[in-house]
């Protein structure tokens, strides 16, 4: 570790598991925690139970606010453990001098998207802190949910399985990067934030069964997909031109010097099925967003590996995402 | 509602309620929510739930810093409720350019007071976001605890029964001050933060029936004694020179113009019990603290009012904190 945090430690690649296995694994150290999933299993197998915290910057972007994202954000990680959100806890921690108006429409934004998933916010926190001890507003949600989709693991892929994606990967890290540096966009790209429950429920209700599923915040599909394959032990072949890119996000990208697939999602997950089902998962998941597609197998080719093959027969492995990326994408 | 928050809105007194009615339940209203508890009760009655961020300033004081603090506060939140605190998340804001080693003695705190308490950190989240976004380092942490005394409520407060306090009051409140102010104290005054659990199962194990419960933390006893007067529709009536108070902190609230018992505590809480029990509850809490002590009773005199009368009988009422106070006490 470097003897100073920095930026890309909270990247959601490399340096983010840097600094979680040195410092918080390795004090906090139990069976529950060291699985890594998005969200925890307790209480024998019946609740998920998870956390984050929004730093968002801006507050408000093209299609949400830091108040959708939070409860999106803290109700995906337990759709994405197979449980139905139910009980959340909303913490909010406020600079002095902060519009009353705007954290009216942040909790506002919150209540719609709780009605989205049938959750209801039990308990509170509110911090205010005096002037330039904290950039406007930091909200934290932690969830309960009940697991109606059990052994969904990041550790459960074996050779032959399909991977699918739910929808056009980067929106949210284009979005955010094209509000935070003033750039005018001539069409409608805003971010995928969306509460990814109702699709996890049709996959449930369609009687697919999941094998991993994960939404790519942080880190992107790269850092999903290079988890599953440590995880699992197990190669990742990505057919690349299967991963839908919108055109605007491409060209954010070329701007950015990014890729598309490192990029942070809000409303985008990565799923593992088994091979006979994938076309059955697809024709669900085309139903919320036409722009799903299945991305890639599970192979043995170099375990623990992703590997993206391009369509004209070159190959190269997709490396968890390292260095700075975006800050306060979310 | 003013049109901006200020920092009398996070002063855990009348316009931190007014704050969280106004915006937070109004929007959010439900049956759980509205209780206003220590933490919320889900699952039948079965189990705790709640959630607190932590802002203190400076990080590191007398007697504990902000990871101890964290672990505390909210394990605490689910004593109050006779709760065993169980699992924790802890989600973690820091600043970019923070102390790795600084960052590794607070998560080692954590961990002394998570044993302490029997818990333990299943879920977490890490941000890193750029210099002067946020002031150093914020910590949420967020628990489920498993009720094992049901029925403490702030609304279940009858007349006749006792008011008992933990031990001496305002400690915390007057060691941050101290600490921020460069203060040179020539005893050794230092915070109270404490877990309170230990206590809560000496009680239970006494086979006391604890009627409320409360830590008098942000808004002090005061806020404790007005909210419980007016939850349960009662008055509470304190003997004013049997709240204990050490000499350096009513020192200390001299130069501040506060009174000791509107300032916060992290490790002291406020008892009811029947009549028939005071005494046996009292010998119960001086076993931890010989400075707890009986400070007043519920009587049906100024309903929803917190009465003071002092050693040479004048009387006056005992307000809800209202102002600045101090922020970033906790």
Redesign the interface.
Known sequence: ??????????NGGAE?NE??QK??YK??A?D??SKSED??V?EDGRLA?????F?V?PLFFSGGDIGKLAVCGTCNDLAMMGAKPK?I?????????????D??KI??S??NE?EINGA???????????R????KL?I?T?G?GEIEHKNISASALTEGMSILVSRDVGTHGATIFAAREGIELESSLKTDCASLYPQVKALMDANIKIIALRDATRGGVSAVLNEWARSSDVCIEIKEENIPVQEEVKGICEMLGFEAIDLANEGTFILAVDKEDELHALDVLQKTHVTSAIIGTVTALYKGKVLLNSSWGTKRFLDLPTGELL??IC
């Open positions: 570790m470097t003897k100073t945090i920095t930026i890309a430690h909270g983010n600094l979680i410092i918080f004090h906090f139990n529950i925690l969200a925890a307790i139970f998870t956390t984050d915290s730093t910057s009980y806890t909303c913490s909010v921690i406020i600079e002095e001098g902060f519009s009353t108006r954290l009216e909790v506002k919150m209540k709780l209801i916010v039990v308990s509170g926190d509110t911090k205010v802190v005096p330039g001890s904290v950039d930091f934290n932690t309960i800050p306060r």
